[in-house]
């Protein structure tokens, strides 16, 4: 696998760059597990004589020298992430803690068969790393500031140790537009609902029958909420709700989603109602037709099937505990709730239904919101406890961060759009991101830290569509080494 991995890089202009971003696919790097990349970049660090630290929560600092000429100015922070959020398609066979990805090109793009690509943020790695060892390059001071746990709750960033931090200017490298520079982002916190129950036994004149709902885009619930896809949960539950409007229905179990940050793409439910196949598969497909209509450009592959089972089940929730949940799911509401009114086209206030899954006693519903305004971040996550408060499930909220308060009087902010005007002849965008960033609280931590955030072309990230242009992320590498340049030269 690993050597027709490296056929999607031959030939490619900028070889240092690919080579570092072909390596970081090799290598398991699911959050949590971010030992073995951080190993491989130290002994790239001790290879190339760069100063490294690993603070307590796993972070590597990597410090370089400034070239000759420019030992005077002040040092400038590059920052990624180590980790990836991993997600495979159902019928692919990879285990993400041992694996390496099976990576191909088509066309501009940088793909991977079957599951998460990692370039988000692996590309940041990788173009730090070329930058950081490239002879000719010209800079200043630089530092790396590369982070574990993004994107389980931005952990990493959280517990960084800011007195190994030496600069008091950073570039963010976890944007994935190009031309687009970002300078604040929206805040997130999480709800988690645990909803107990009872088996009963299920109604003799039941039928067992599976439910699966599959083909969505998914995608990052941050950078592609906008777009209006489908969620597989509510789909399942408008689904359900539509069966249980004719039926007394008996819900067996309820599974989907993948993490917190995800659109999720897939549900499988099993069920039980006194009926005929017939009749639950004509609902199904009504259900279907229409959700086909309303999604046929936003998820325009969108699937559910139901298929009669005879799995030897005999207990399931009651026919009452099955439609509260049911009911709760079908009310929340999945998407945009509120843009900015100070941003043009900026999401201020979204929520992802992430996550649902059942086990002997109880099912647990994850949910994630996101704000630019904390109180807005915060109402919407009550909002949804009390949902699930109404039908006697067990709430709480967790893992909150901040938002990251746009400077519209960034120095670095207005430098990097200098710099792109002046090199590539268009005129920058300076704006905010509704997707989750570390800038905010590594600016928080560090006093005095001034941030932009930029990036590469990155499409569907957090799902097996994901994928990186070639391109764009030679173009972004070159133009940080101007950066770095201009940044080092107005400092002198």
């Not at 971003?21 to 699911?30: D, G, M, S, V």
């Not at 190009?178 to 039928?207: H, L, M, P, Q, W």
Request: charged share 25%; proline share 3%; aromatic share 6%.
């Amino acid at each position: 696998m690993s050597n027709l991995s490296k056929e999607a890089f031959k030939d490619l202009e900028m070889k240092n760059l690919w080579n570092y971003f072909y390596n970081l696919t090799q290598i398991p790097r699911e959050s949590g597990n971010e030992q073995e990349v951080r190993n491989y970049l130290i002994k790239e660090a001790e290879k190339n004589n760069f100063e490294y630290h690993v603070d307590k929560s796993g972070n590597l600092i990597i410090k370089v020298k400034a070239t000759a000429g420019y030992e005077s100015a002040p040092s400038l922070a590059l920052q990624g992430h180590l980790d990836m959020v991993c997600v495979k398609d159902e019928l692919i066979v990879h285990d993400f803690a041992k694996d390496p990805l099976n990576v191909y090109r088509d066309g501009d793009f940088i793909k991977a068969k079957g599951t998460t690509l990692g370039a988000d943020n692996g590309v940041a790695v990788a173009i730090i790393f070329d930058l950081f060892t490239d002879k000719e390059a010209k800079h200043g001071p630089l530092e790396a500031i590369f982070t574990v746990s993004e994107e389980t709750g931005l952990e990493g960033a959280f517990g960084l140790e800011p007195s190994l931090i030496e600069s008091r200017t950073m570039i963010n490298l976890d944007s994935e537009e190009e031309g687009v520079f970002y300078i604040g982002c929206a805040g997130g916190i999480e709800t988690k609902a645990i909803f107990e129950f009872e088996k009963r036994a299920i109604d003799k004149n039941s039928k067992l029958f599976e439910l699966n709902v599959d083909s969505l885009l998914g995608g990052h619930s941050g950078g592609e909420i906008h777009k209006q896809r489908a969620n597989a949960i509510s789909v399942t539950a408008r689904t359900l709700r539509s069966i249980a409007d004719k039926f007394p229905l008996q819900l067996i179990s309820i599974d989907g989603g993948t993490k917190r940050n995800v659109i999720p793409s897939t549900t499988k439910t099993l069920f039980a109602v006194p009926s005929d196949e017939k009749e639950i598969c004509s609902i199904v497909n009504t259900t279907l037709n229409l959700l086909k209509k309303e999604f046929k450009e936003a998820d325009p592959d969108l699937n559910i099937e139901c298929t009669i089972k005879d799995n030897g089940e005999k207990q399931a929730l009651s026919h009452e505990s099955s439609i509260s949940l049911i009911n709760a799911l079908f009310a929340t509401h999945h998407g945009v709730d509120r843009v900015s009114q100070t941003i043009e086209d900026l999401v201020e206030t979204s929520s992802n239904l992430a996550s649902i899954r059942t086990t002997e006693k109880e099912i647990t519903i994850i949910s994630s919101h996101r704000s630019s305004l904390q109180s807005s971040r915060d109402h919407v996550a009550r909002r949804w406890n009390a949902i699930f408060e109404l039908i006697g499930a067990k709430t709480s909220t967790e893992n909150g961060y901040p938002a990251w308060t746009p400077n519209v009087d960034s120095p670095i902010a207005k430098l990097v759009a200098r710099v792109w005007q002046k090199k590539m002849g268009q005129k920058a965008k300076v704006t905010a991101i509704h997707a989750g960033l570390e800038c905010g609280i590594i600016n928080s931590l560090v006093e005095g830290m001034d941030s932009v955030s930029m990036g590469p072309i990155l499409l569907d990230v957090h799902s097996t569509k994901e994928r990186l242009s070639i391109s764009s992320t030679e173009k972004l590498a070159k133009f940080l080494r101007d950066v770095c340049l201009e940044f080092s030269l107005s400092t002198l």
